[in-house]
């Protein structure tokens, strides 16, 4: 044979666990670049975009656990947009706690145009050939009547 035989398939866990590391890094890769989009929907606290991150890394029916970003990713994600002027913060009160609500600044208007841009241009065409590779129901027309 080609040499072949002495090597053997991943067990089940091992593919699991390499799905997992796949899998995170994908989500990861987008973490600044998401927090910045949602910011530039609307004026939000770093709860709220905790909250909504939670949702964005549920994977329901995925074999793997994703932990969210928690406190301790997303405050500095903020204060480092914040220092570069991307976004910005102001102190309001909700309910009886003073709470530090951010904003986007007209850079970080710009950089989201940019990033749009660059996906409109650069990058959209392998998205969609990957999304429809990654989702065939869409691609064999699946599902319709």
């Not at 074999?63 to 969210?68: L, V």
Request: charged share 35%.
């Amino acid at each position: 044979m080609l040499g072949l035989e002495n090597e053997t398939a991943p067990s089940d866990r091992e593919a699991r666990k390499f799905d997992e590391k796949i899998i995170k890094s994908f989500m990861r890769g987008f973490g600044k670049t998401m927090i910045l989009w949602m910011i530039s929907k609307e004026k939000i606290h770093g709860y709220e975009i905790m909250r909504r991150l939670e949702k964005f890394y549920s994977l329901e029916g995925a074999h793997c656990r994703i932990k969210p970003p928690g406190p301790s990713v997303v405050y500095p994600v903020l204060h480092d947009l914040e220092k570069k002027g991307l976004i910005k913060g102001s102190w309001e009160m909700h309910g009886e706690k003073r709470v530090k609500y951010y904003e986007i600044t007209p850079l970080g208007e710009a950089t989201i145009d940019r990033i749009r841009d660059i996906m409109e241009k650069h990058v959209s065409k392998i998205w969609e050939d990957f999304w429809r590779d990654i989702f065939p129901s869409e691609r064999d027309g699946e599902g319709e009547e």
